[in-house]
């Protein structure tokens, strides 16, 4: 039950970028090609790797003020794409979707905003729509894809490729999964109590 997946492709998308450079050192060592947006793609750079803008995929800028950069299908086709399925396959060419094996996230930081006092356009601003999104995509399809969901997570890959490599078997990418959905329904809680309480 090993099914074993190589990254070749990582989308990198985070809000803290503190521990980040180690293992995108690993990433670049291994051969694995970095797809990003604004700050993170600009720090990416500053180590000296290469790094694709997701625009130049998706052919459309960062739009409103931010709040769409990541939201197309040629991202969400290369997370959700099933591999061994040929009618996916074929759409993923026809439609020039690239495959993306690996996706690193690190939500906005909502509660921090919340308990900081900030005001109510603040804290809305904080709610975090491509990255949720992605994580979801990515832990959807885990079977192909390995996700990682937040900064807490950057140690648990290194781990795995300092030891096979960026190669992962299906018991990493579910148990990623699982950790991604955590995130997910915390980070909703979360959002949920503060409208409840406001």
Same mark, same amino acid.
């Given at each position: 039950?090993?099914?074993?997946?190589?990254?070749?492709?990582?989308?990198?998308?985070?809000?803290?970028?503190?521990?980040?450079?180690?293992?995108?050192?690993?990433?670049?060592?291994?051969?694995?090609?970095?797809?990003?947006?604004?700050?993170?793609?600009?720090?990416?750079?500053?180590?000296?790797?290469?790094?694709?803008?997701?625009? /130049? +995929?998706?052919?459309? !800028? =960062?739009?409103?003020?931010?709040? @769409?950069?990541?939201?197309?299908?040629?991202?969400? $086709?290369?997370?959700?794409?099933?591999?061994?399925?040929?009618?996916?396959?074929?759409?993923?060419?026809?439609?020039?979707?690239?495959?993306?094996?690996?996706?690193?996230?690190?939500?906005?930081?909502?509660?921090?905003?919340?308990?900081?006092?900030?005001?109510?356009?603040?804290?809305?601003?904080?709610?975090?729509?491509?990255?949720?999104?992605?994580?979801?995509?990515?832990?959807?399809?885990?079977? /192909? +894809?390995?996700?990682? !969901? =937040?900064?807490?997570?950057?140690? @648990?890959?290194?781990?795995?490729?300092?030891?096979? $490599?960026?190669?992962?078997?299906?018991?990493?990418?579910?148990?990623?999964?699982?950790?991604?959905?955590?995130?997910?329904?915390?980070?909703?809680?979360?959002?949920?109590?503060?409208?409840?309480?406001?």
């Amino acid at each position: 039950m090993a099914e074993k997946k190589q990254i070749k492709t990582a989308l990198v998308s985070v809000f803290h970028k503190d521990g980040l450079d180690e293992l995108l050192k690993k990433l670049n060592d291994e051969g694995v090609k970095f797809l990003s947006t604004g700050g993170t793609q600009k720090f990416i750079e500053s180590l000296g790797y290469e790094c694709q803008k997701v625009e /130049d +995929v998706t052919t459309y !800028p =960062s739009i409103l003020g931010g709040r @769409v950069k990541t939201l197309h299908p040629k991202v969400f $086709g290369g997370i959700l794409g099933r591999r061994d399925n040929e009618g996916d396959q074929e759409q993923m060419k026809q439609y020039e979707i690239p495959e993306i094996d690996l996706v690193i996230v690190d939500l906005y930081p909502f509660e921090d905003t919340v308990a900081s006092g900030a005001s109510e356009a603040d804290i809305i601003e904080k709610i975090d729509i491509g990255g949720i999104s992605l994580i979801r995509a990515g832990a959807k399809n885990f079977k /192909d +894809v390995v996700i990682v !969901p =937040s900064k807490a997570e950057y140690g @648990v890959l290194l781990n795995i490729l300092n030891e096979k $490599g960026a190669a992962t078997d299906i018991e990493d990418r579910k148990m990623f999964a699982e950790r991604a959905f955590g995130v997910s329904s915390h980070y909703d809680t979360a959002i949920h109590e503060w409208f409840l309480g406001n």
